[in-house]
């Protein structure tokens, strides 16, 4: 069974500091892995989607790695700003479940001005 | 060219009643996800559709619980006789190609269930 776990569960950083969010899950038998971003009310917006046979992609100040035979993954954001503030979400997709995503519980970030 | 769209947004239920949460994939999917997030806790998959067929239902509760995508309309997940553990966020998401190691999904803004 796969399992997905974040850490830490809550981060409150000022403003302009860099930070690394962790994922880690337990079966590296996956198809791909997907950050996601939720904010209060909302639904998620998917960030970045690193496939198995990648180690890292960008998007503006954000950088997500993927080290699939240790099962990690981290979200790296740069000069961070208030509205980063969210909740940010790590998923899986198993290469034996057929589209459905396992999803970690969560960062909650604070980015304080 | 509209997201995933979900209604209502919150819906108010008294024990016994049910629930009918509705979701309208973005244009060209045909694909659908339902996913509950219960307070503090993570989002769990509960079904995944295509139209006209259930796919993956391994993540809904056996009874009460029911989904259908028809071959016209909105995909909609139904709760019968709702009890106060079924409050929490349900999320429904969309894609285009589940076969595609690049897929991804793209959710709607969710339905907040509170039962009384």
């Known amino acids: 069974k796969q399992e997905v776990t974040q850490i830490p569960a809550a981060l409150s950083v000022p403003e302009g500091e860099n930070l690394v969010l962790n994922c880690s899950f337990t079966?590296?038998?996956?198809?791909?892995l997907q950050w996601f971003r939720q904010d209060p009310g909302k639904g998620l917006t998917s960030l970045l989607l690193?496939?198995?046979?990648?180690r890292e992609q960008t998007s503006g100040r954000l950088n997500a790695s993927l080290d699939k035979s240790s099962g990690r993954s981290t979200l790296y954001i740069a000069a961070s700003q208030p509205g980063d503030s969210a909740t940010y979400l790590c998923?899986?997709?198993?290469?034996?479940?057929?589209?459905?995503?396992?999803f970690g519980e969560g960062t909650q970030l604070t980015v304080n001005p | 060219n509209a997201g995933v769209m979900q209604n209502p947004r919150h819906l108010v239920r008294r024990r016994g009643q049910e629930a009918r949460l509705r979701c309208s994939p973005m244009?060209?999917?045909?694909?659908v996800y339902w996913y509950r997030q219960l307070p503090e806790e993570g989002l769990k998959f509960m079904v995944y559709?295509?139209?006209?067929?259930?796919?993956?239902e391994s993540g809904m509760p056996k009874e009460r619980f029911s989904a259908e995508f028809p071959k016209e309309g909105p995909s909609i997940l139904r709760i019968q006789q709702v009890v106060r553990g079924d409050s929490a966020a349900y999320f429904c998401?969309?894609?285009?190609?589940?076969?595609?190691?690049?897929?991804?999904?793209?959710f709607g803004s969710g339905t907040q269930l509170s039962v009384l």
């Open positions: 998401a969309s894609s285009h190609a589940p076969d595609s190691t690049n897929e991804k999904l793209f």
């Open positions: 244009k060209g999917h045909s694909h």
């Open positions: 079966d590296s038998a996956i198809y791909n």
């Open positions: 998923a899986v997709r198993r290469m034996t479940s057929g589209s459905r995503l396992t």
């Open positions: 690193i496939q198995s046979s990648q």
């Open positions: 559709l295509q139209k006209e067929n259930i796919i993956d």
